[in-house]
C-alpha cells in the first residue's frame, strides 16, 4: 500500500436513497453516512438491497429517489472516480485469457493512472509473483484479491468493497481482515459488504444493518447488542462473573435474587451490570477471578439475527 502518504478519506452519505425494479423495492428510503478512518460493514440477508445500494454509489444504476455522494460529490461528478473511489463489486468480471498485469495496464490507462501504479497495486495484495498469469488460472482467492487491486489501483480515500471475504480460505480471511483495517489507520474510508456478520465482526468498526431494503441499525459495531430492545426484545444488562469459590458465589447471587445460570468461564448474570456486582461481592466478602459485561460476540449476533428477522422495524 501506497505508504504513509495514503490520501484521506471522504464521508459517504447516503440521503432517502430508493430503488424500485417494478413491483419490487430493492432499497427503501435508506439513510446513513460512512465515515473515514474505519472501517463499516453493511450487512443484511441475501436479496436485503446491498448490492443495489452500492451500484447506486457508484452510479452503475439510478436511483428513484435520494441521493448517495462522496463528501457532497455524486460518483459520476468526481472529476477523478479512481483515484477518489476504489470498487470491487464481482470477482469473476475479469477475461480468462488475460493476466492480471494486463487487465490493471488497460484499467489504469482509462482512468488516467500512473502506469506505476499497476505494479504496487499487484505488489499490495500479494500477487506480484502471479501477475503475468492468465487469470483463468486463478484460484477464487486470487480473483478476490485482484479485485483489489483493481479498487486499489487510483489510491483512492475510499473503498467500497462487496462481499471481498465471499470464498476465501482462513488465511485469506485473516489476510483481508489485516488489511481492510491497515486502510481504514490510514485514514481512509472502508466499506464492506457481507451478508455474514460473523465474517466481518473481527474488522468492524461500524456497522450499517438493511432487510428488505429498510435500515434496522446503523452505529458502532458494540452498540449492536443494545440495539436489542428496539427488535422487541428485553434488553437488560448481563455480566460475566467467576470465583475460586464458585458455590458461595452461587449462594450470594441466589440471595440478591440474581437470575444466573453457569457458563464455560463463570456465571451468566442477567439484570446487573459490573459495578453492582463488584459491589455485592466485597460486601459478601467473596473473591472475584473474573468481572466483565457480556455484551460480547453472543449477544451481537444474537441481535444481528432478530433485527434482519425482523424485517425492518
Ligand atoms: N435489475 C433488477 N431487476 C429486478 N429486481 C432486481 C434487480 N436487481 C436487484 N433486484 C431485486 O432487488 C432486491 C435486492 O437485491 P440486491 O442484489 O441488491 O440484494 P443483496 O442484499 O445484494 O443480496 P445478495 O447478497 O444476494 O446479492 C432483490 O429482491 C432482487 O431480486
Do not use: C
Not at 67 to 96: C, I, K, N, Q
Not at 195 to 207: K, M
Not at 255 to 264: I, K
Amino acid at each position: 500500500m501506497p505508504g504513509n502518504t495514503a490520501p484521506r478519506g471522504a464521508t459517504i452519505e447516503i440521503a432517502g436513497l430508493t430503488k424500485r425494479f417494478g413491483h419490487v423495492t430493492a432499497v427503501d428510503d435508506l439513510t446513513f453516512s460512512v465515515h473515514p478512518g474505519r472501517v463499516t460493514g453493511f450487512l443484511g440477508p441475501n436479496g436485503a438491497g446491498k448490492t443495489t445500494t452500492l451500484r447506486m454509489l457508484l452510479g452503475l444504476v439510478r436511483p428513484t429517489s435520494g441521493r448517495a455522494t462522496f463528501d457532497g460529490v455524486r460518483y459520476r461528478r468526481l472529476s477523478r472516480p479512481l483515484m477518489t473511489v476504489g470498487a470491487a463489486l464481482e470477482a469473476s468480471s475479469f477475461h480468462p485469457g488475460r493476466s492480471a498485469r494486463d487487465h490493471l495496464r488497460v484499467y489504469a490507462q482509462a482512468g488516467r493512472v500512473p502506469a506505476s501504479r499497476v505494479s504496487a497495486a499487484l505488489a499490495t495484495v500479494g500477487l506480484a509473483a502471479h501477475a503475468d498469469r492468465r487469470v483463468g488460472g486463478y484460484s477464487l482467492g486470487m480473483r478476490q484479491r485482484l479485485g483489489l487491486a483493481f479498487a486499489l489501483l487510483g489510491d483512492p480515500g475510499v473503498l467500497v468493497l462487496d462481499e471481498p471475504i465471499n470464498g476465501l480460505d482462513p488465511e485469506g480471511i485473516r489476510w483481508i481482515r489485516q488489511f481492510l483495517r491497515r486502510l481504514a489507520a490510514e485514514g481512509r474510508t472502508v466499506l464492506v459488504s457481507s451478508h455474514l456478520l460473523s465474517e466481518v465482526q473481527q474488522s468492524v468498526d461500524d456497522v450499517i444493518v438493511i432487510a428488505k431494503g429498510r435500515l434496522v441499525y446503523a452505529g458502532e459495531l458494540a452498540g449492536l447488542a443494545s440495539a436489542r430492545g428496539r427488535a422487541g426484545q428485553a434488553s437488560a444488562p448481563a455480566v460475566i462473573v467467576d470465583s475460586p469459590t464458585r458455590d458461595v458465589l452461587a449462594h450470594a447471587l441466589a440471595d440478591a435474587r440474581l437470575a444466573f445460570e453457569q457458563t464455560g468461564d463463570g456465571f451468566l448474570v442477567s439484570g446487573a451490570d459490573a459495578a453492582s456486582l463488584g459491589h455485592l461481592a466485597f460486601t459478601s466478602g467473596i473473591e472475584l477471578s473474573q468481572l466483565r459485561p457480556a455484551t460480547q460476540a453472543g449477544a451481537i449476533e444474537d441481535t444481528f439475527i432478530e433485527l434482519v428477522g425482523e424485517g425492518g422495524l
